[in-house]
């Protein structure tokens, strides 16, 4: 069984073992762009302490406060979601309010979509924001299918910086406190 856990140096080998699955990939979600070192127990309990913060710190270079959470079965890391608080103009365009990644061995298994629903449903309880955005490259199916799946609404397809599709979803969080 699934849970969203906050990011927790226990998780290390875990963490390491699904890391080399990734192979050198954006991990979606997991914030591990702000990591420096997540091989060494030091290393990694320092960056921990990164996601732990980034909840209450500043916005700094487009960077906005952010809630990271692991999603968990037992003692290993299945993956990562987070929640940025509010939209800066270039997010509103491109990145939205939440990104996701699950270890490559555990995708198919509905670790995203339960981990997305959850975070909905916990946002939802909260009254705010009343919507939030979701983005995933236009070639992703399975990450469309996963954001529809809670309730997502397309609301359209840009191309970005990189010339590649990518879609927009909405998810209506006052239409899921209300289920």
């Known amino acids: 069984m699934f849970k969203l856990v906050a990011p927790d140096v226990s998780f290390h080998q875990s963490f390491l073992e699904s890391h080399r699955e ?3 990939a954006h991990q979606d979600g997991a914030g591990v762009f702000m990591a420096g070192d997540v091989i060494t127990p030091e290393g990694f309990a ?14 700094k270079d487009g960077i906005v406060p952010c809630t990271y959470l692991w999603i968990a079965e037992g003692l290993r890391y299945v993956g990562a979601i987070a929640f940025r608080h509010y939209l800066t103009p270039a997010l509103l ?46 070639s992703n199916a399975a990450s469309a299918k996963t954001i529809e799946r809670v309730g997502g609404t397309l609301e359209d397809v840009r191309t970005g910086a990189d010339g590649r599709p990518f879609r927009r979803y909405w998810i209506d969080l006052a239409a899921l406190a209300n289920q």
């Not at 981990?115 to 909905?120: D, Q, S, T, V």
Request: charged share 25%; glycine share 16%.
């Open 46 to 59: 320092a960056w921990v302490r990164q996601l732990e913060d980034a909840g209450q710190a500043a916005e």
């Open 22 to 24: 990734w192979d050198g």
């Open 93 to 138: 365009n491109s990145g939205g309010h939440i990104g996701y990644g699950v270890r490559p061995s555990d995708r198919g298994r509905g670790a995203a979509s339960w981990a997305l629903g959850e975070l909905c449903s916990r946002l939802a309880a909260q009254g705010e924001p009343d919507r939030v955005l979701l983005t995933c490259d236009d």
